[in-house]
């Protein structure tokens, strides 16, 4: 596609249930990256994948958030046993540099989470 | 650790020139750069800065000194529709990762 997509755009749960988010990378970008933005705040780094390379997990808030990405382009991010305050707007980046200071990055349209 | 410092709120008049500060602490530093987003959309990104100066995109400027930690997104000939939040982001020596500041947002009234 022209641009990184993300699926669902809104998910609304209840406190307690498994969310998938999606996100679909510009094709052929190596690198990919989930954040998420809470009202009003910067973007949280959770974490980074580059091409077969073990993701750097440095970000995720706790055990509950895990993410893979499967054959270099796809990636899930799962929130297990959802709390209220896992709700953000959660957004995925890709970039074609794989490199340190990997500066441009293009965002998805992201995906609003709601926890009830 | 990385931290970022922006104003969290600019107003300006439209056809003026704004400038949005940004200081930082890093363990390390690779770069800086800027992204826009506005209200409900997605980040894009505007410039970038590893070395000290001002690098020039149409209306839009930016500048680093890294002596200071310091850099600024200049917007010339400001139009309504530069109403958005403006995120710093750095990229720390050897690491992936960019940290983004809070944002400012900056509101262009006629």
């Known amino acids: 596609g022209a641009g990184v997509s993300q699926s669902p755009s809104n998910k609304v749960t209840e406190k307690g249930k498994d969310v998938e988010l999606r996100c679909d990378p510009i094709s052929g970008h190596t690198a990919l990256y989930w954040y998420r933005q809470s009202l009003g705040q910067g973007l949280e780094f959770l974490i980074y994948f580059q091409g077969n390379s073990a993701p750097d997990k440095s970000g995720l808030p706790s055990d509950r958030f895990s993410a893979e990405r499967t054959g270099g382009s796809v990636s899930t991010l799962t929130i297990q046993r959802t709390q209220q305050e896992d709700s953000a707007v959660y957004l995925c980046a890709s970039s074609s540099r794989g490199l340190p200071g990997s500066y441009e990055q293009y965002f998805g349209p992201g995906t609003r989470l709601t926890v009830t | 650790g990385q931290s970022l410092e922006q104003p969290s709120e600019v107003t300006a008049v439209e056809g003026a020139i704004v400038q949005i500060n940004c200081t930082y602490q890093t363990s390390g530093f690779y770069g800086l750069s800027w992204y826009q987003q506005h209200d409900g959309g997605a980040p894009t990104f505007l410039s970038y800065n590893a070395l000290d100066g001002l690098e020039e995109t149409g209306r839009f400027s930016s500048f680093l000194s890294r002596s200071d930690s310091y850099g600024y997104l200049l917007l010339q000939e400001l139009q309504m529709k530069d109403s958005a939040s403006y995120f710093c982001?750095?990229?720390?020596?050897?690491?992936?990762?960019?940290?983004f500041g809070k944002g400012t947002k900056l509101s262009v009234i006629p």
């Open positions: 982001a750095v990229t720390g020596a050897g690491s992936y990762q960019l940290t």
